[in-house]
């Protein structure tokens, strides 16, 4: 089994910064890959940004140039510092493992943590 446990969120006002962390512990690997989702009400569940166990990373158009990820491979930890926050941005974020097998995909998913952007 493998349990993924965000922290970090918050309120914070428009232009500020957060950085929310999602600790793995279980059954994890170095080879999963890991990144971070979110979903805000009204609106379909949207990647924020992924990171491979070699450091390749990938952004989501609307976060691209304000948000960055990190991982520490060794201590089964992924980070999001999230930079010049808009209200847009306002959803919970979830933090995802997926390791793939053959083609298919196994997802493990934390409980979510709550950003929001607000005056």
């Known amino acids: 089994q493998v349990q993924l446990v965000e922290s970090g969120g918050g309120l914070v006002q428009p232009g500020g910064s957060l950085r929310l962390s999602c600790a793995a512990s279980?059954?994890?690997?170095?080879?999963?890959?890991m990144g971070w989702y979110r979903h805000a009400p009204g609106k379909q569940r949207e990647l924020v940004s992924t990171?491979?166990?070699?450091?390749?990373?990938n952004y989501g158009d609307s976060v691209k140039g304000r948000f960055t990820i990190s991982r520490d491979t060794a201590k089964n930890t992924v980070n999001l510092q999230m930079n010049s926050l808009k209200p847009e941005d306002t959803a919970v974020y979830y933090c995802?493992?997926?390791?793939?097998?053959?083609?298919?995909?196994?997802?493990?998913w934390g409980q979510g943590t709550q950003v929001t952007v607000s005056s």
């Open positions: 990171i491979t166990s070699g450091g390749s990373t």
């Open positions: 995802n493992a997926r390791l793939v097998l053959f083609g298919r995909p196994y997802d493990y």
């Open positions: 279980g059954s994890i690997s170095s080879s999963y890959t």
